[in-house]
């Protein structure tokens, strides 16, 4: 199996230091939210994570769809993505996902099974099945 795109992201400094991408594209400041302690006003790891999940599994949306009677534009979905960062019984932490996906054009049986078709293919959804807890609410317009 060959490869289809690599990136590579350096941190410095943990959850208040900075990020930046190898090509420079990506180069953001961190904050600790102040919910956990810190003084916010930058971005952190969960609204990452957030963005990314949610661009991801709209663009699988519309690859599921490609090349059928009930395709949809980018312009059709709006996905928003809630990640929670949550204590284990361990001392740790894990995350708890909530997707809201949003499809105009389409009925509301059509639209759940187009998104449980693209749960089934988006790589952030295949990277942490069976890891992270993922409430998925369908929205027909």
Same mark, same amino acid.
């Given at each position: ?26 180069? *953001? @400041?961190? $904050?600790?939210?102040? +919910?956990?302690? =810190?003084?916010?006003? %930058?971005?952190?790891? #969960?609204?990452?994570? !957030? &963005? ?42 894990? *995350? @708890?996902? $909530?997707?809201?996906? +949003?499809?105009? =054009?389409?009925?509301? %049986?059509?639209?759940? #099974?187009?998104?449980? !078709? &693209? ?23």
């Amino acid at each position: 199996m060959s490869t289809l795109y690599t990136t590579r992201v350096n941190a410095y400094g943990g959850r208040s230091g900075t990020i930046k991408s190898e090509d420079g594209i990506l180069d *953001l @400041a961190l $904050a600790m939210p102040t +919910e956990l302690g =810190g003084k916010g006003g %930058a971005t952190n790891p #969960e609204q990452l994570f !957030a &963005a990314g999940y949610a661009a991801c599994f709209e663009n699988a949306v519309i690859h599921v769809t490609r090349g059928k009677a009930d395709k949809v534009k980018d312009s059709d979905i709006e996905v928003a993505a809630e990640v929670s960062l949550l204590p284990t019984e361990q001392g740790g932490f894990q *995350l @708890a996902v $909530a997707l809201e996906v +949003e499809i105009t =054009g389409v009925d509301q %049986a059509k639209a759940e #099974e187009i998104v449980q !078709a &693209a749960h089934a293919v988006c790589p952030y959804s295949n990277a942490i099945r069976g890891n992270v807890d993922v409430k998925i609410s369908v929205f027909a317009q």
